[in-house]
């Protein structure tokens, strides 16, 4: 094919890579979805760490959006950047030590999947076959150069950081914590030495990240004095471990005596003279070597939950709060927990503040027996206000609250710690 048809062929095949590309934004959040579903059961490293797979979907949907972005406007790829997320990606995946072979095994496939999604999506709009093959032939080399050149930017960008990292950690420290935390066999009194942390006394699990760390000075060192902040108000009497895991996000345990949690809300006015950019989730204390694993598992629980839960989420997070273990298991399994929430509470699970207060008033109904003067007490309300809104509850719900009662309560818990990942 040469001449004028040909041109007419590349003409139109242009025209159709860029409606495509345009046609992408809509899109964007299932495509980037797919993909990043995909990508972390390619990299079993990530399965389970929340926050890198949120990082993940964000380095996906910044690469896609730019990619399609320049394919619309037919811009030049040989002077893209890397975007921003993808970069704090590749960053991360350096201080966490998972293999640079895993950052590019994601771009490899990512380029696979979103070209099989562009040649179906060709398939069913474009009827010349002709052209859907010269359409995505362009956007295939198009992929290919944005690829070779965003990887290539990432890679270094790990690479650098690499460097950097292992220059600046404990490799002695950092195993052996992991050899306690994974329950292997170890010498508890070495083990404490090696930390400088007793390990047979009683333990209060922390972690503590900063939400913008490109916006503050010294997160770490600020995460570090509130670790500090933090055992001072629970009257501890020794020195904390804090260990922190990238440059925003820290570990920590806080000795302390006797078993009882400590008071949410005091630990969140401490929280909040550090900034309100500070987050921190609270395990549940234990004791001894046991306990010091325990208290950890249950707050890296309590962080998924306020992860999930993103700006809705308070400054402290505490697993011993009532609703945020259930939250926390349900947040393993977000599309189970958007769609108990669908059936059970119907319209109720609508994102705005009135619907937020029928749901609080609801939730306390219920643990309180159905009582609505005892409801009324706890929540500070008139009666009547009560009664009204938990009517009001039921008719969004669209069924009795008799039905499937437990599986009501649940799906309250859901909307109540986790969120915007779960309402409509």
């Excluded at 500070?278 to 629980?301: D, I, N, Q, W």
Aim: hydrophobic share 45%.
């Amino acid at each position: 094919m040469t001449g004028p048809e040909a041109d007419d062929v590349a003409e139109r095949a242009a025209a159709r890579v860029a409606d495509i590309a345009g046609s992408t934004s809509s899109q964007l959040d299932d495509v980037a979805r797919m993909l990043q579903v995909e990508l972390a059961e390619s990299i079993p490293e990530l399965r389970g760490d929340r926050l890198m797979l949120d990082l993940l979907y964000a380095s996906v949907e910044s690469n896609v959006k730019v990619f399609f972005h320049r394919a619309q406007y037919g811009l030049a790829l040989d002077a893209v950047e890397a975007p921003r997320p993808a970069v704090e990606y590749a960053r991360r995946l350096a201080q966490r030590e998972i293999s640079s072979n895993a950052l590019l095994r994601a771009y490899r496939l990512g380029q696979r999947r979103v070209l099989d999604w562009v040649a179906g999506e060709l398939g069913a709009v474009e009827p010349d076959a002709r052209v859907s093959f010269a359409a995505l032939q362009l956007l295939q080399d198009a992929a290919f150069a944005y690829i070779d050149r965003v990887s290539e930017q990432v890679v270094e960008e790990y690479e650098t950081e690499r460097e950097r990292w292992l220059a600046n950690r404990s490799t002695i420290r950092s195993a052996t914590l992991a050899a306690l935390l994974a329950g292997e066999e170890t010498d508890v009194a070495a083990g404490e030495r090696v930390l400088g942390y007793r390990l047979r006394q009683g333990h209060l699990g922390l972690v503590l990240w900063v939400e913008e760390p490109a916006a503050s000075a010294g997160p770490l060192q600020r995460l570090g004095h509130l670790v500090t902040a933090i055992g001072h108000e629970v009257g501890s009497d020794a020195a904390p471990l804090f260990v922190p895991q990238d440059h925003s996000l820290g570990w920590a345990w806080v000795p302390v005596q006797g078993g009882g949690s400590p008071d949410p809300d005091r630990l969140a006015r401490v929280v909040r003279e550090v900034g309100d950019d500070v987050r921190v989730a609270v395990g549940a204390v234990g004791a001894g070597l046991e306990g010091f694993r325990s208290t950890h598992r249950a707050a890296l629980r309590a962080h998924q939950v306020a992860v999930v839960a993103a700006d809705r989420a308070a400054q402290v997070t505490a697993y011993d709060d009532a609703g945020v273990r259930a939250a926390a298991v349900l947040a393993g399994d977000l599309p189970v927990a958007r769609d108990l929430v669908a059936s059970m509470v119907g319209d109720l699970a609508r994102d705005d503040d009135t619907a937020a207060r029928l749901r609080e008033t609801l939730t306390v109904f219920l643990r309180e027996n159905r009582s609505f003067v005892a409801t009324a007490e706890k929540v500070h309300l008139h009666k009547n206000t009560v009664k009204y809104r938990v009517d009001k509850a039921v008719e969004l719900r669209g069924r009795p609250i008799e039905d499937d009662r437990f599986d009501l309560e649940l799906a309250l818990v859901a909307c109540r710690w986790l969120g915007a990942a779960v309402l409509v």
